[in-house]
Structure formats: C-alpha cells, structure tokens
C-alpha cells in the first residue's frame, strides 16, 4: 500500500499560481502511476492530470492542459502539479492518486488516495 500527503493548497486570486505537492511512503519501490484529480462542491471527482512512472508520458484534462503542468521528482517519491493563470472554476479540492489498475482518467483506476489539499481561486 502507497501512503500519499498532497500539500501547497490555499487561496489565490485570478490569474494567479500554485503548486500542489504529493509526498509518497511506503511500497514507493513499485512503479507508480500518479495523478491528480479534483471535486468540486456538489461534483463528481474529476480527472485532472496524470504522470507515468518514468515521467515519459503525461495526460491533461483538456480545460488545464495549457495552464497546468504535472510532474515527479522519484528520488523525492513525490508529484507535483504547477498550477498557473489560476480561474474561479478551478476551485476544488485536490487529491493526488496512485497506481493504475485501468484507464488513468477512472478515479476507480487508483487505488491509494492522499486526503485532499483544498485550492481557492477568487475572482
């Protein structure tokens, strides 16, 4: 089992930036899918990036795909996502996965789950 920590959530204005970290521990030997997904109040949780293994591969929901970039750092067993020109409507909560046991924009393809780090932008 993966334990994840997400961090570098708060309050921003439009058009500002964050970046979101996820500290890995545990069976962080194996070679991990990450993502991140996000929900919003009232929402389903939503796709949002995701990073393969190696970092060679990654995947963008197409609304952030300009503004948002994933990445890892595997000798810190950590994921990041660099979050820039920050809208209102990315208001949510943040939540870095791991594995994949299916398609990588599923929630029900992870199967380890940090507890969320909440982002506010204000228009």
């Known amino acids: 089992q993966v334990q994840l920590v997400e961090s570098g959530g708060g309050l921003v204005q439009a058009g500002g930036s964050l970046r979101l970290s996820c500290a890995a521990s545990g069976r962080t030997n194996s070679r991990l899918f990450m993502a991140w997904f996000r929900q919003a109040p009232g929402k389903e949780r939503a796709f949002v990036a995701a990073i393969s293994w190696n970092g060679g591969a990654t995947y963008y929901e197409d609304s952030v795909k300009a503004r948002f970039t994933i990445s890892r750092d595997n000798a810190k067993n950590s994921v990041y996502l660099q979050m820039n020109s920050l809208k209102p409507e990315d208001t949510a909560v943040y939540y870095c996965?791991?594995?994949?046991?299916?398609?990588?924009?599923?929630?029900?393809?992870?199967?380890?789950w940090g507890q969320g780090t909440q982002v506010t932008v204000s228009s």
């Open positions: 996965a791991a594995s994949l046991r299916g398609t990588y924009y599923s929630p029900t393809s992870y199967d380890s």
